[in-house]
């Protein structure tokens, strides 16, 4: 693929024809901004939080729609780059429930973060109704507070990318527009399998792994990818430690890769069950009792044999 020299903030840069000019400023370590784009799912231009100067353009362009052309002269972070970026962050408070105090995602908000580098402060400019949606607290993993919803899109996105999965979409208009379940049900009576990727992809607060509830913010836990190991698909995800216990675990690739399963998602609670046995157990007439791993893997036998021929 050709290349295309521009020019971003000043500094002349050389990208692959044919992305965009998020990618082009992100690819060369410029910050941009980005609420409803999300590499390999979605780039919709609809939350505007990523728009760019551009030389000889009006507007400011939505950058994660925007593809680069030779010669283009792109300031990520002009004054009225700043300025446009900070209304639309003051037209998301305006109506937001702000309760970063004790808020699950607080520290780890992208609404949160990007208030505080444009210096948004509440109250705003503008005056705001707020959201009065019941929230949705009807099943064991997912609670669903759509008042803090700033209707990015990308659960909607990251749930329709599996195949035969399209549980959320959104629903009605204006101000009363939401993210709702067919029939606008609670997630218990949707289709919802509880894969948690609409979690892992949320840039704000309103889904939540309730298994994660009060276990520790974004920025005290420790992440290790593993390999889930309960069946032969091989589900990636993280696993969060704090203070070297495991707390749970995230579905790290919540774009594109594949969904995680209830097993592998709750099956870290073993770890840290207290009545968890030691043993295997195994069926001796109808009833299950403890024995050793040798009986349970039927190579008893076999490590007899070891251990008399290292005698
Ligand atoms: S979603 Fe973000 S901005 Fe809203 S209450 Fe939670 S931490 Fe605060
Ligand atoms: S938990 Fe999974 S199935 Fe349920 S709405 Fe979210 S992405 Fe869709
Ligand atoms: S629930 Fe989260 S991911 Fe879904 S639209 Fe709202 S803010 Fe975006
Ligand atoms: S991130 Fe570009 S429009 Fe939302």
Redesign the pocket.
Known sequence: MANVTLTINGQKVSVPEGITVLEAAQSHGFFVPT??YEKDLTAPGACRICVVEIKGMRNLPPSCVTTVTPGMEIETESPAVFEARKTILELLVANHPLDCMTCEKSGSCKLQDYAYRYGVTSPTRFEGDKHKFAVDDSNPYVF?D?N?????????A?CRAVSDRNV?DFAFRGFNTK?ATFMDTELKDSSCVYCNR?VA????G??SDKNMTGKGRGWELDKKEVTCTFCDAGCKFDVNYRDGKVVGVTANSAASGRPLCLKGRLGTEFMNNPDKTALPLINKDGEFVETSWEEALGIGPIVEKINALKK
């Open positions: 609420f409803c669903r759509l803090k919803c700033i209707l990015c899109g990308k659960c909607v990251t959320i993210i609409c992809i949320c840039p704000v309103a889904l």
